[in-house]
């Protein structure tokens, strides 16, 4: 099963392709898609709230390369017995074969089938349609990927946007285009000399909150520009220093880190080169809240296998 938890996006900023510069909002995601994922849950009894939380972590809110070629919003692969349209990008293996929609809708109605028909997924359906927790920690043990992270992803996703009022009997749908449209081409811009092309990141969620892996050295003040966030905000949220420069690999929080880590994720051992930094922000927490949990100071050492608490 295709892992896109971490979606592959271009600066705005940048001078790309038409179709790279349309991009769609996750809350314009579900109003187009909460009725399809309503329908499929009273045919299938997969819930609302995982179809939709699963639609936007694999597809970045549709704007994946594989949702925008091949319709395909949940990075099903083709396995055995596919006989539809196929689509093949590298992913886990150089050229591997996903399948192809003619419509958005197919694939959700594809998404719901898979789930219902595969043995594996059986015991889900013996949860309570309105238990999101449960299903979402029901998918990552019946391997639907492999991400550890991926259930504290999908409840992250459905508390963040209320997606689970869906499932409940009589939910209300937003209002949402009734036939599926297609992003309309935005106007390529005129090149931008300050912008280096290489500069890009990837938008990933640490305990529930958006944040972006650089994959290049990133100027200050373009990252200000491509985020729309003041650099004091991010500066406060990443516990940065006026000086700290934005290098390939760090990872940048675009909200406040939380004070505990992720359901689940209770303890972290320390590793050659970890520090109380380090280890708060690979959690998405808090370096003052950290060390309160161990009753440890700034400077404490850290050795090698000791068990950090989380939560």
């Known amino acids: 099963m295709r892992l896109p938890f971490l979606f592959f996006l271009l600066l705005s900023a940048l001078p790309l392709t038409a179709q790279d510069q349309e991009k769609q909002s996750t809350e314009s995601y579900i109003e187009q898609y909460a009725e399809a994922a309503i329908e499929n849950m009273k045919k299938s009894g997969v819930p609302a709230s995982i179809t939709l939380a699963q639609g936007i972590l694999e597809s970045g809110s549709g704007n994946s390369d594989l949702a925008r070629s091949a319709k395909n919003h949940f990075g099903i692969k083709c396995h055995a017995g596919w006989t539809g349209k196929t689509y093949h990008m590298d992913d886990d293996a150089p050229n591997e074969c996903f ?34 927790k449960a299903w979402a920690n029901g998918l990552k043990a019946a391997g639907y990927a492999t991400n550890p992270q991926y259930p504290e992803l999908l409840i992250g996703l459905i508390e963040r946007y209320s997606l689970h009022k869906y499932d409940q009997p009589g939910a209300s749908i937003p209002k949402a285009p009734k036939t599926e449209t297609e992003l309309k081409p935005a106007a390529e811009p005129k090149p931008n000399p300050r912008v280096n092309k ?55 929080f675009l909200e406040p880190l939380r004070n505990s880590a992720a359901l689940g994720t209770n303890e972290h051992a320390v ?3 970890d520090t109380w930094h380090s280890i708060a922000h690979k959690y998405g927490i808090k370096t003052k809240a950290l060390l309160k949990k161990n009753r440890a100071g700034a400077g404490s050492p850290l050795e090698i296998g000791t068990k950090i608490r989380l939560r």
Not at 101 to 114: G, P, Q, T
Not at 203 to 215: D, P, S
Not at 234 to 250: C, F, V
């Open 271 to 273: 590793q050659a080169g």
């Open 198 to 252: 290489s500069q890009s990141y990837r938008l990933v969620y640490i305990n529930g909150l958006r944040a972006v892996e650089l994959l290049s050295d990133f100027d200050r003040a373009l990252f200000n520009q491509a985020f729309e966030l003041p650099e004091r905000k991010w500066m406060k949220y990443n516990e940065r220093g006026p000086n700290d420069a934005l290098k390939a690999g760090q990872i940048v």
């Open 99 to 132: 399948r192809s929609y003619d419509k958005v809708l197919d694939s959700y109605r594809d998404h719901a089938e898979f789930l219902r028909t595969r043995p594996r997924y059986a015991s889900l359906f013996e949860l309570p349609i309105t238990d999101y």
